[in-house]
């Protein structure tokens, strides 16, 4: 059974600023899939970034970028320039390739302060 | 290009009773997955469905059960509803092809079990 933990329940950042939410997971699996989601207040869960493990190249969407540790199992997001629309709850899940069970973390709150 | 729709947005229902809800899978997928997400916390996984069948498994009673139709589209039926029923139900959909597994959440159904 895989678990994604994600140990800061909340964090805060003031606009304009960067900061790395962490994400840790457990697997014996040797491809899979990462993820972070953004779910804002609205509830509507969205895709912030995706991962293949089997890429060494770290995946970046524009602000969002991340740092994967395979052998650390290790997958953090960083935010640069952090808007007040970032503001929201972000999950880390992972998902065993051609598996399609999902796991997500608990999720960590982040507030960006103006 | 339509995103994954969920029906009813919120319900009320009391200990029991059976609910069914729905979810219309975004354009081009065709693989539907059900989670229950509890406030404050991460979604958990419960099913997924592909080719109509149910794939996949979360560690869920069998008060759980779904179905999915031929136009991809698909129903989570819960029968004799526990107050720890009461949670946001998210569905995701995806294109079941090997390297396609990026779910796209649809905004969930708020169920309050009284």
């Known amino acids: 059974a895989q678990t994604v933990t994600q140990s800061q329940p909340e964090m805060s950042v003031q606009e304009a600023e960067t900061v790395t939410l962490s994400c840790t997971y457990d697997?014996?699996?040797?491809?899979?899939?990462l993820f972070w989601y953004k779910q804002p207040p609205s509830r509507q869960m969205i895709l912030v970034i995706r991962?293949?493990?089997?890429?060494?190249q770290n995946a970046t969407e524009n602000r969002f970028s991340v740092n994967f540790q395979k052998a650390a199992k290790s997958f953090s997001l960083k935010i640069s320039d952090s808007q007040l629309g970032d503001t929201a709850m972000y999950f880390c899940?992972?998902?065993?390739?051609?598996?399609?069970?999902?796991?997500f973390g608990d999720g960590t709150t982040l507030t960006v302060k103006p | 290009d339509a995103g994954v729709t969920q029906s009813p947005t919120h319900l009320i229902k009391t200990r029991g009773q059976q609910v069914t809800l729905r979810c219309s899978p975004k354009?081009?997928?065709?693989?539907v997955s059900w989670y229950q997400q509890a406030l404050g916390q991460g979604p958990q996984f419960i099913f997924q469905y592909y080719e109509e069948e149910e794939r996949q498994r979360g560690n869920f009673p069998d008060r759980f059960s779904g179905h999915q139709f031929p136009n991809y589209s698909s129903e989570l039926n819960v029968n004799a509803l526990l107050l720890g029923d009461s949670a946001l139900y998210l569905c995701?959909?995806?294109?079941?092809?090997?390297?396609?597994?990026?779910?796209?959440f649809g905004p969930g159904t708020r169920l309050t079990v009284l």
């Open positions: 995701a959909s995806s294109f079941r092809l090997a390297g396609q597994d990026t779910q796209y």
């Open positions: 991962q293949e493990a089997y890429k060494q």
């Open positions: 354009s081009g997928h065709d693989t």
């Open positions: 697997t014996s699996e040797n491809n899979y899939y």
């Open positions: 899940a992972f998902i065993p390739f051609n598996a399609g069970k999902s796991t």
